[in-house]
């Protein structure tokens, strides 16, 4: 990685951001009652983007040099089976945060060689099995609920892997087109 | 805001013992990451602020008004629709679909929004076509809103 590409890319996200303040700033004009929540629920999801994004991204980039691709082939490779499943759902249930952050993730898992089948699995575990999200949906909706919605989700999560696996080729896939240089 | 903590503590902790072990490699990580973290960063604001000013105009009350009252087979496509054209904060949206059921929603039709909400993502779309390609995309979505439907009506018939 060179310092051009840093230079480059922090331009283009100040293009960016100027762009984005230009908006928000018609829409206090053009909708004030509405830019007021609008920057209120703006505000929840950037805390919580801020927290956990740059320590995914860190674990990414730590990720990529010490784990060999040969590892990541071995544990959620083609020939990982049912190990490879439940490790992926594993790995989706622990984190926080919106399903987009764990996009890259996944990008990354596909590049380094894992399962169409367990890339869909850890994304569906993070999206509807997070532990912490299920604790608090125990709070709100009643233990029988959050058990019956998770045990069913479980069912589909690795049933919607098992028919993506199925219906794609890995060759026919072109995935990370922001994180290739 | 514990569990982001302690990711945070794991993801510095990782850092200091891979500096441990070799600081060029640690130093090729935080670059990749610093690389990564702002090409990436335009696709997080730009879908923050998406979220933000779709939820404006169609604020909790909006949807309260379409998932409460008496559970048709509509209303739980509706719910599953509603829940994948929107993208709300699970702190939000919880407590809403409590709320829901509380005031005599279906737990049918509060099962196939939450499951579309948190499964299937129409503005993150362009993020996860970029990053897993179209084909990945388009079957995993797709997928998922039946699933979410099957799943709503299972927890219909147990509950």
Do not use: H
């Not at chain 2, 850092?15 to 490699?25: E, H």
């Not at chain 2, 995309?137 to 809103?145: E, I, P, S, V």
């Amino acid at each position: 990685m060179k310092q051009e590409s840093i230079a480059d890319n922090l331009k283009k996200l100040a293009i960016f951001l100027a762009l984005t303040a230009v908006i928000l700033i018609l829409m206090r004009y053009l909708f004030p009652e509405q830019s007021a929540l609008s920057l209120e629920v703006m505000r929840d999801y950037s805390m919580e983007v801020a927290l956990i994004f740059p320590p995914v991204l860190l674990l990414m980039g730590l990720a990529d040099v010490w784990i060999p691709e040969d590892m990541v082939k071995q544990y959620l490779g083609k020939t990982s089976g049912w190990r490879g499943i439940l490790l992926s759902l594993f790995l989706g249930t622990l984190p926080t945060g919106p399903l987009f952050i764990a996009f890259p993730i996944a990008s990354e898992m596909l590049k380094k060689g894992a399962r169409i089948a367990n890339v869909v699995v850890f994304l569906g575990a993070w999206a509807s099995l997070k532990m912490p999200q299920i604790g608090v949906e125990i709070q709100f909706l009643g233990l029988e609920f959050a058990f019956y919605r998770a045990g069913l989700t479980f069912i589909a999560v690795i049933c919607i892997a098992l028919i993506t696996d199925k219906l794609l080729k890995r060759s026919e896939i072109s995935w990370g087109k922001i994180l290739k240089e | 805001m514990l569990v982001a903590l302690i990711i945070n503590i794991i993801a510095i902790g990782t850092l200091v013992y891979s500096f441990t072990q070799s600081s060029r490699k640690s130093i090729q990580a935080l670059k990749t990451a610093l690389v990564k973290g702002l090409k990436l960063a335009p696709w997080m604001v730009g879908i923050i602020v998406l979220i933000g000013i779709a939820l404006s105009f169609v604020p909790p009350e909006v949807i309260e008004r379409y998932l409460g009252g008496e559970m048709t087979i509509y209303q739980v496509v509706a719910a599953a629709l509603i829940g994948t054209v929107s993208m709300i904060p699970n702190l939000i949206t919880l407590p809403l679909a409590g709320s829901l059921i509380d005031s005599g929603a279906s737990y049918t039709t509060i099962a196939a929004f939450l499951t579309t909400l948190t499964m299937v993502g129409f503005v993150t779309m362009p993020l996860e076509i970029k990053l897993l390609g179209k084909k990945i995309t388009f079957w995993r979505n797709l997928l998922a809103f039946f699933f979410a439907i099957i799943i709503a009506v299972i927890i219909g018939v147990l509950m």
